[in-house]
């Protein structure tokens, strides 16, 4: 599955066939994603946003400084290390999440937006696929992407984009030109 956000610099937040857990990843990198540092946007500064988020979702919201904690907790858990300090990401937060009995076995579930994608990230991490998650390290961009290649080993949210810049960047850098271009 992949999501795009045509007219955006990121074409698609993950890559591959992630069908077994798809709506757990889509969830979690929708939340993480609620900061966009290239559009300035963020959606949990305002708790109207924050609501219309979790609406648009079918979720319940939770109040806004647990949304705050946990996608500042979350983002930090993946590498990023720009999270915002007024969101103390070591604070403890209270999340509800509870086990469920399905024909299929034990599952997490929860009541609230927050706790849905706690319980998301906790299926993900169960099934192996946490370190999957991860944060493109270019300075204006911060996306949070899930890493479906077989090795591990993409680094850019989109390539075509975030990543051609950094190797223009190196380029030029290497070759004497203007490096501080974008």
């Known amino acids: 599955m992949v999501v795009t ?15 077994a857990h798809s709506g757990d990843v889509e969830l ?3 939340f993480l994603n609620t900061f966009d540092l290239e559009e300035g946007t963020d959606v949990l500064l305002t ?4 609501h219309a988020w979790a609406h648009d979702r079918h979720l319940t919201p939770d109040p ?14 993946i590498g990023d290390d720009t999270v915002h300090i007024e969101e103390r990401p070591g604070e403890q937060s209270a999340v509800p999440v509870g086990i469920v009995l ?6 997490l579930t929860a009541s609230t937006a927050a706790g849905a994608v706690f319980a998301a990230a906790a299926r993900i991490a169960i099934r192996g696929d946490w ?14 992407f899930f890493d479906n290649s077989r090795n591990r080993s ?4 989109s390539m075509a984009v975030c990543g051609n810049r950094e190797k223009a960047r190196a380029f030029r850098k290497r070759s004497g030109g203007d490096a501080t271009r974008p």
């Open 28 to 30: 979690v990198i929708e």
């Open 64 to 77: 806004l400084p647990e949304a705050m904690r946990l996608r500042a907790g979350l983002r930090a858990a």
């Open 154 to 157: 993409r680094t850019w949210c």
């Open 102 to 107: 399905t024909e299929h076995g034990p599952d």
């Open 131 to 144: 370190r999957r998650f991860k944060i493109c390290p270019a300075h204006t961009c911060r996306w949070a």
């Open 47 to 50: 708790r109207h946003e924050w």
């Open 5 to 19: 956000h045509p007219g955006r610099n990121h074409h698609s937040t993950y890559t591959g066939d992630v069908a």
